[in-house]
Nanobody, 130 residues
Framework: QVQLVESGGGLVQAGGSLRLSCAAS????????MGWFRQAPGKEREFVAA????????YYADSVKGRFTISRDNAKNTVYLQMNSLKPEDTAVFYC???????????????????????WGQGTQVTVSS
């Protein structure tokens, strides 16, 4: 079992930055792929970013590429999402998610589908004002 707790959401003006954190329980954090997803009101949950178990490979949605950066610290059991140049359309509840990979490094499709993730945090609200 993995428990995930997000933090760092809030209200920010367009063009501003926020850093989300997701702290994971358990001793095998380094065996899990970590992802960030978001869900805006009235919309389906969508992929934002993911990082493989070692932190060597990252994947991004086209809508956030160049503005968001995902990273992880396996010693601290934590994954981060640095969000810069925020836009009003980034307003959503952001969720941290984990899937066990056991060191498997797949292609991009392995990381981007929410149904493949087994563990989810409670979500943190990000609101970007114009």
């Amino acid at each position: 079992q993995v428990q995930l707790v997000e933090s760092g959401g809030g209200l920010v003006q367009a063009g501003g930055s926020l850093r989300l954190s997701c702290a994971a329980s358990g001793r095998t954090f380094s065996s899990y792929v970590m992802g960030w997803f978001r869900q805006a009101p009235g919309k389906e949950r969508e992929f934002v970013a993911a990082i493989n178990s070692s932190g060597g490979n990252t994947y991004y949605a086209d809508s956030v590429k160049g503005r968001f950066t995902i990273s992880r610290d396996n010693a601290k059991n934590t994954v981060y999402l640095q969000m810069n140049s925020l836009k009003p359309e980034d307003t959503a509840v952001f969720y941290c998610a984990a899937r066990y990979s056991g060191g498997y490094y797949g292609s991009r499709a392995y990381y981007t589908n929410s149904v493949d993730y087994n563990y989810w945090g409670q979500g943190t609200q990000v609101t970007v004002s114009s």
